[in-house]
């Protein structure tokens, strides 16, 4: 079988691969020897070292060796296993929720231990939360690793030794078969990588004498080459989408000079620069023959609904429907009533959709819909449904996208009954850098209201401790007494909506007995639906005051008459949402201010960030700054879309190599198509991530 692909051979050739494991491993995407290959390490384990306990460095895995002092069963808020031990250097503590008693028997004084896991802060000072551990003979201490272990994602019914043995089978078989090569010879060069093979052998398999700190850091010369390949397989598959969706006939929208006017002159304001700018830009698109695929980017509060709005009129002025998704019902329904109070005197019809509408009503809805009676559409995911169908989509837009997937916003491009391809346009608010966008979001053109609208007054952002809480509880009467209003924001509690909704319950009790003259309102996910709006149509007509909230009402909401927001635990939330929420305040000419009110627990580094709130309300320099802080998976919410995850890259650390990337990519793209399939495929295997239906 000499020169065969390593694609051709599949899984089940492998030594103890049969058809039970060939099923587990193609939940992960794998099927042949290639894909196995592919499956690419997501992180390394470092058991090459023993760190002496003085030298731990927190939040790092690590090997750690010692004797046992004291093991003892702790009665905190929970029952625990504490067991202590030392080396010379210094002590930490291994701490255990679940153990049984013979497991506590064997921990006695005076044992040789060599744990492995993850030095954190705790009660009592560094510890290790469950950490692996063996017992050692002190005479007879086993070697560490040679090597650095990768650690694989996983699925059910496999384990990382099973998974590893079974890919040290494809690294051998590797030895007499090839990877195709499908980059210009030219980039193994620019990345001192002899071929794409020792890359990938590399990878699964780092030799000791690598610089375990150069590999950790994602700098080793094969990374950077697989992360390039990488980048260049999302570019080109980006490519083909923005290539496919423009082979399609766009809807013609015509310019409707007088009743884009007649609209701005209903306004009470008129446009900044930067909103006519970007609306031409998407006028430029409606006459450029082909389906508009834009995105529009503007700090929070610059005022993208407007642009939207102009827009849509004008699609709906050439006789066209338009979409428009948002990611939240409160959301939506305050587009809804917006685009009601602005166009409807203009005659155009708009009708919305939502889960929490009767089931009639919405059948009702779909039906008006196909018919083509409403011109304008605004729902939140209720859109993407399988009844909705439209009569004559032309227009497509997407608020606050990052809160959707890729594969979300091409459903709604399917679903109208005309044979067009509707124009797209997707908003965001989360200041996103152009060298991230450039990998985020390569198929879509970029605009940036870059200007917010005047007479705004900057918001005061304020660094305060809890310990001050009775000084700001203070504050809220005064704003208040103003006839002003206030948001007061839990932080969602580990992922958890029903403890950060106790918690918010709890404030808003507090708070309430701390100030009986306020009208208070409570707004949490735990709410049903109607409960939620109640709430935030008696905070928008200023019938509440107080508003305690969770981050709910991070996206979008737009109550102009707040000036106060107080942000409880703001070191548990990344800077750029910090900013979204923040954005809710300062939005009408009221001097604003923002408290973020920090735990006692707060570090320096926590400080540091924080400042940066308080230095710029520029929401492209936050993101930056949260970008390296905290890596592009955040910023692009990707945790909540599975949008782009990547197995090797880091659309930051990387950044450097974009230049390279499109243009190996444009070129593979006109010249060698062929490799750009095989590429893709080879990336992302038949499970197209961005594929149409
Ligand atoms: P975002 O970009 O965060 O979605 P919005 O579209 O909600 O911002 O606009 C924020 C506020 O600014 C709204 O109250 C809106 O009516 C107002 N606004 C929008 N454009 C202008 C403008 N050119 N001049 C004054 N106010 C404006
Ligand atoms: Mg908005």
Redesign the pocket.
């Known amino acids: 079988m000499g020169g065969r692909l390593l694609k051709n051979i599949p899984v089940t050739a492998l030594k103890g691969v049969g058809d039970s494991l060939a099923g587990t491993l193609k939940k992960l995407g794998i099927t042949n020897v290639q894909d196995l290959l592919f499956h690419l390490p997501s992180k390394y384990l470092d058991r090459t070292r023993i760190t002496p306990l003085g030298h731990l460095r927190l939040n790092t895995m690590a090997v750690v060796q010692g004797y046992v002092l004291t093991s003892q069963i702790k009665f905190g808020k929970r029952r625990s296993l504490e067991c202590t031990i030392e080396d010379g250097s210094g002590t930490v503590r291994l701490r255990f929720f679940h153990f049984n008693n013979t497991q506590k028997a064997r921990l006695e004084k005076g044992t040789l231990l060599r744990v492995f896991g993850e030095a954190r802060m705790g009660a009592t000072g560094i510890e290790f939360y469950h950490p692996e551990y063996e017992y050692i003979d002190p005479h007879k201490p086993p070697e560490v690793e040679e090597t650095l272990t990768p650690v694989y994602g996983l699925t059910e019914g496999i384990t990382q030794p099973r998974l590893r043995k079974i890919i040290m089978q494809g690294l051998e078989l590797l030895q007499k078969h090839a990877l195709e090569e499908l980059l210009p010879p030219e980039i193994n060069r620019e990345f001192g990588v002899e071929s794409l093979s020792h890359a990938i052998q590399f990878i699964h398999n780092p030799p000791p004498d690598t610089s375990v700190d150069y590999l950790l850091s994602g700098q080793h010369p094969c990374q950077k080459r697989l992360a390039f390949e990488e980048l260049l397989a999302h570019f080109i598959v980006r490519q083909q989408l923005r290539q496919e969706t423009q082979s399609h006939q766009a809807p013609e929208i015509q310019q409707s000079p007088e009743v884009i006017q007649q609209f701005l002159d209903s306004l009470p ?4 620069q930067a ?1 006519q700018r970007v609306y031409g830009e998407i006028l430029d698109d409606f006459r450029g023959g082909y389906p508009m695929l834009r995105m529009v980017q ?1 700090d ?7 642009v939207a709005a102009l827009a849509a009129l004008q699609a709906a002025a050439s006789g066209y429907q338009v979409a428009i998704a948002a990611p939240t019902e409160i959301l939506a329904e305050q587009h809804f009533k917006n685009f009601a109070a602005w166009l409807e005197p203009l005659n155009i019809r708009i009708g919305w959709l939502v889960g929490k509408l009767t089931a009639k009503k919405k059948r009702e809805t779909y039906e008006a819909i196909t018919r083509g009676e409403y011109q304008i559409i605004i729902g939140t995911h209720a859109l993407f449904q399988d009844n909705v169908c439209f009569a004559r989509l032309g227009l497509v837009i997407i608020d606050e996208q990052h809160r959707f997937g890729v594969n979300q916003r091409l459903s709604l491009q399917q679903k109208s009954l005309s044979r067009e391809m509707p124009h797209q346009l997707v908003m965001t ?1 989360t200041p996103i850098p152009r060298t991230l966008a450039m990998t985020a979001y390569s198929e879509l053109d970029y605009s940036i209201i870059d200007e917010l ?3 705004r007054t900057p918001i005061n952002t304020l660094l305060v401790s809890q310990k001050r809480r009775p000084e700001i509880i203070n504050r809220i009467s005064a704003v208040c007494a103003e006839g002003r209003q206030v948001y007061w924001v839990c932080p969602l509690i580990e992922e958890s909506e029903t403890l950060s909704a106790a918690n918010a319950e709890e404030l808003a009790a507090m708070l309430k007995e701390a100030l009986p003259n306020i009208s208070q309102g409570l707004c949490h996910g735990r709410l049903r639906p109607a409960e939620k709006e109640a709430v935030m149509t008696a905070f928008k007509q200023g019938e509440v005051q107080l508003l305690v909230a969770t981050t709910v009402i991070e996206v ?1 909401v ?1 109550v ?1 008459n707040a000036s106060l927001m107080i942000i409880e635990n703001p070191e548990r939330l990344g800077l750029a949402q910090l900013h979204q929420l923040r ?1 809710r305040v300062g ?1 009408g000419s009221a001097e604003s201010h923002c408290v973020l009110l920090y735990g006692d627990k707060l570090s320096n580094d926590g400080r540091e960030r924080l400042k940066v709130l308080r230095q710029s309300t520029d929401g492209f320099v936050i993101s930056e700054k949260d970008l390296e802080l905290r890596g592009p998976g955040e910023l692009l919410g990707t945790r909540q879309t599975g949008n782009m995850e990547y197995r090797i890259a880091d659309a930051q650390r990387d950044s450097a190599m974009l230049p390279l990337v499109h243009k190996v990519g444009k070129d593979l793209l006109t010249d060698n198509s062929i490799s750009a399939e095989h590429l893709t495929n080879r990336w992302f295997g038949d499970a197209r991530v961005y594929a149409r239906v």
């Open positions: 304001f008129t446009p900044t909103q503007g929070v509060g610059s005022g993208k609904t407007l608010a609208p005047p007479g979008g737009d102009p954005g939005r």
